[in-house]
């Protein structure tokens, strides 16, 4: 089992930024997938940002490139998300996830194994 808890989300003006956390714990191994994924009401939920935790190497949506950035700490297994020049179509609840004993980098919230809770996002214009 693996455990998720997001932190970070608030209320922010267009143009600000805000820094999303996602720590995980329990079981993830060393070939394992963390991901970003949002939902707005209404929507399906989206992906916006994965990581592979091997090699840190990285995967943006389209609406988020240059704008957004997904990293991970050394230390321990904490993802992060930097999201700069927010927009108010950025507003939705962001959800992190992991998939586990993954090389590729899947963009689908199906092939993600774990959830976290949530945090939202508010983009006012």
């Known amino acids: 089992q693996v455990q998720l808890v997001e932190s970070g989300g608030g209320l922010v003006q267009a143009g600000g930024s805000l820094r999303l956390s996602c720590a995980a714990s329990g079981r993830t191994g060393s070939s394992y997938v963390m991901g970003w994924f949002r939902q707005a009401p209404g929507k399906e939920r989206e992906f916006v940002a994965a990581?592979?935790?091997?090699?840190?190497?990285?995967k943006y949506s389209d609406s988020v490139k240059g704008r957004f950035t997904i990293s991970r700490d050394n230390a321990g297994n904490t993802v992060y998300l930097q999201m700069n020049s927010l927009k108010p179509e950025d507003t939705a609840a962001y959800y992190c996830?992991?998939?586990?004993?993954?090389?590729?980098?899947?963009?689908?919230?199906?092939?993600?194994?774990?959830w976290g809770q949530g945090t939202q996002v508010t983009v006012s214009s």
């Open positions: 996830a992991v998939v586990l004993r993954r090389i590729t980098v899947p963009v689908s919230p199906d092939a993600y194994d774990y």
């Open positions: 990581i592979r935790w091997s090699d840190r190497s990285t």
